[in-house]
């Protein structure tokens, strides 16, 4: 049937099933393994009909979509959240009038307790992430981590910016550097031929790059926030020759330096107002030379 409204233009057609949330028990020895994940799944394709028509003769239930989530866990396992998505991808693209996919997953941490081989302790503050994206058989991978808060007490200055007659900020050759690291890259090409034959060690290549982040921000004598981002995403790119890009996104923040004089009191860079709002906000993207942009690998991602 013909389009109902045929002067207006259907497009970025996607559905899913958003925030599954998985634990995987790993239980292949005494000393149990957790996967706790966040799956969200996308599929695009031919599926314009329910939406003109409502015949949903090509709708992948998002239902379906979920329930795929825990039997195809049970049936491949999880090692990775990369992995993990890679499974999703393979499953849902071979299926009918599917064009392209979307999976993305938070990871949540547990660290097995020393009393015996099945009891957790949340670790680690920050959620790492993971987005597979399929364009046909063309595949991209992203990987991340969100919430990693960081602070240095000192080695961090602002100073030399603009000043009009908005301004108040006072320059500072001392002061605390705060944010909360969100930081997303992309693995280096694409696989073309809709396989799971990527090289990369997705635990491997997720731990150099959380390290390199936090060796940057710590060894940088930060000048702004600015140029400690570019640091760290330069310094991933480094640790991790399978990444071609990464985007790093920072809030600032702000920790003021409380005035004491009114009670007599000298204040040298000891007591602060840890303000939570309004907060810099301070992003960039750094690419390997040489490396091709892919802005299809980023769509949907934030
Ligand atoms: O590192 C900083 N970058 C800025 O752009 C900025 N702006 C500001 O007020 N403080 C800071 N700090």
Redesign the pocket.
């Known amino acids: 049937m013909a389009d109902p409204r045929p002067e207006h233009v259907l497009s970025d057609l996607q559905h899913g099933k958003a925030e599954c949330r998985i634990v995987k028990v790993d239980r292949s020895s005494d000393l149990h393994v957790l996967h706790d994940l966040n799956v969200t799944t996308q599929l695009r394709g031919d599926f314009a009909t329910a939406y003109t028509e409502g015949d949903n003769s090509h709708v992948h239930a998002t239902d379906t979509q979920k329930n795929s989530v825990y039997a195809l866990a049970r049936e491949h396992g999880v090692t990775s959240p990369e992995a993990f998505l890679m499974v999703l991808a393979d499953h849902w693209s071979a299926q009918p009038w599917v064009t392209g996919t979307w999976f993305a997953a938070e990871q949540h941490a547990w660290e097995r307790l020393p009393a015996n081989g099945h009891s957790f302790v949340r670790s680690g503050q920050e959620t790492r992430t993971a987005w597979v994206q399929t364009y046909g058989d063309v595949r991209f991978v992203l990987a991340g981590l969100t919430d990693l808060v960081v602070l240095k007490s000192t080695g961090s200055e602002?100073r030399g910016?603009p000043r009009d007659r908005f301004t108040t900020?006072a320059e500072t050759d001392d002061r605390i550097?705060a944010t909360s690291v969100t930081a997303t890259w992309r693995y280096a090409g694409a696989d073309t031929d809709g396989a799971t034959d990527w090289a990369t060690d997705w635990d491997t290549a997720y731990a150099a790059v959380r390290a390199a982040l936090l060796g940057a921000f710590a060894t940088t004598h930060?000048l702004?926030?600015?140029q400690t981002i570019h640091a760290m995403a330069t310094a991933a790119l480094d640790a991790c020759p399978d990444i071609a890009e990464i985007r790093i996104q920072c809030p600032?923040k702000?920790h003021f330096l409380v005035d004491l004089e009114p009670f007599g009191l000298d204040n040298p860079g000891e007591v602060f107002h840890a303000a939570d709002r309004p907060y810099?906000l301070?992003s960039a993207t750094v690419t390997r030379a040489g490396a091709a942009a892919e802005p299809r690998a980023w769509a949907g991602i934030g």
Do not use: E, T
Request: proline share 0%.
């Open positions: 602002f910016f900020l550097l930060s702004a926030l600015q600032n702000h810099g301070i």
